[in-house]
């Protein structure tokens, strides 16, 4: 599976921003998709994550209310939609596929990475 994410950029706080994440593969509407996201000097961290149908979504609290997870199996693509944009925010923003139906929430859980979309809030 090949991962390829877009839509970053810089954007004010309060702003929003949509990251689109494009699979390849036939087997994509098979597999769990994450977002995780590493700023400057920290550790790749969970962002959100839906399972192979779309039916549940997790997210941790930092971005719970803010952010949504979504994916179109027809288009074999997740995305990755960020409201209230807040400076914390700030990182790389990295997709990534698990061969398993529902997802998990730990970086090591992930079969497949894309390459990352950089997104910066300013204040």
């Known amino acids: 599976v090949q991962l390829q994410a877009s839509g970053g950029g810089l954007v004010q706080a309060g702003g929003s921003l949509r990251l689109s994440c494009a699979a390849s593969?036939?087997?994509?509407?098979?597999?769990?998709m994450g977002w995780f996201r590493q700023a400057p000097g920290k550790e790749r961290e969970f962002v959100a994550t839906i399972s192979w149908n779309g039916g549940s979504a997790y997210y941790p609290d930092s971005v719970k209310g803010r952010f949504t997870i979504s994916r179109d199996n027809a288009q074999n693509t997740v995305y990755l939609q960020m409201n209230s944009l807040k400076p914390e925010d700030t990182a790389v923003y990295y997709c990534?596929?698990?061969?398993?139906?529902?997802?998990?929430?730990?970086?090591?859980?992930?079969?497949?990475w894309g390459q990352g979309t950089q997104v910066t809030v300013s204040s």
């Open positions: 990534a596929a698990d061969r398993d139906l529902i997802g998990d929430r730990d970086v090591g859980g992930y079969d497949w």
């Open positions: 593969g036939r087997d994509f509407g098979w597999y769990a």
